[in-house]
């Protein structure tokens, strides 16, 4: 039986882009509701009922079995897993549960989103949206977003066998996609993405993919 689509709720920022992107590589059919972050759109009460955390991302499954209406997930990290679980079962952009490879993917999407995410968005503050210039705040989140990005080399470095091109093993994972979502803000801060050489690499090779260069596109700007 045909699938529905899945609905996205989402704006043009890192967290969207990643849910985007991983839809669009999976061949996923979805539907986009965008929201005006400006205009506090996420805090109104019928989104608030669906995410109680009044954020977006946030996709509604109505293939999900067993849940009236469908299944409604928030928290990036929550919605790749369950996208990787449910819809990539030749394990194309995901290892079979168990293996060595799919704890550390689970690894590596747990640092991007409960440590890369959230620093580099207290830099994005910090440098653009703080109502006073707070130097010691700038400083603090900026350094450790490089840190952060030094960890990620490091990883890739790891993966000498597969050319230092995943994450993890031979294939890019929702560990990769998580990361690209953030990685591409990175010129915002002003920092070069090419002074680590093999995530400069690994970058580039993602933003040729066509269903990355797709993702990108979600929401469309008018
Ligand atoms: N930990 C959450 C973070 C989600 C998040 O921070 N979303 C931002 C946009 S990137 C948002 O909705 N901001 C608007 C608001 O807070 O009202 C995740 O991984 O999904």
């Known amino acids: 039986m045909a699938l529905k689509p899945i609905k996205l709720y989402t704006a043009p920022t890192p967290n969207g882009y990643k849910i985007s992107i991983f839809l ?8 986009v509701q965008k929201f005006d972050l400006s205009k506090n759109e996420t805090k109104e009460d019928w ?3 669906l995410n109680p955390n009044g954020r977006i991302p946030t996709i509604n499954d109505p293939n999900f079995k067993g849940v ?5 997930l928030s928290q990036t990290g929550a919605i ?43 830099a994005n503050h910090f440098v653009f949206a703080a109502k006073e210039k707070v130097p010691y705040g700038i400083n603090r989140y900026i350094t450790d977003t490089k840190r952060i990005y030094g960890v990620f080399e490091d990883i890739l470095s790891r993966n000498k066998a597969n050319d230092s091109k995943y994450l993890v093993g031979d294939r890019y994972t929702v560990a990769d996609f998580a990361l690209l979502g953030w990685a591409y803000r990175l010129s915002r801060l002003e920092i070069d993405i090419n002074q ?3 995530l400069g690499k690994w970058y580039d090779s993602l933003l040729k993919l066509p269903a990355v260069q797709k993702g990108f596109e979600v929401p469309p700007k008018n």
């Open 68 to 72: 009236d209406g469908g299944l409604v």
């Open 196 to 198: 680590w050489p093999l």
């Open 47 to 49: 989104f608030v009922k």
């Open 80 to 122: 790749l897993q369950y996208l990787a679980d449910t819809y990539d079962k030749e394990h194309k952009f995901s290892y079979p549960a168990g293996t060595a490879e799919y704890y550390k993917t689970l690894e590596y999407l747990i640092f991007q989103v409960a440590e890369n995410g959230p620093i580099q968005g207290q």
């Open 24 to 31: 669009e590589v999976l061949g996923l059919d979805y539907e």
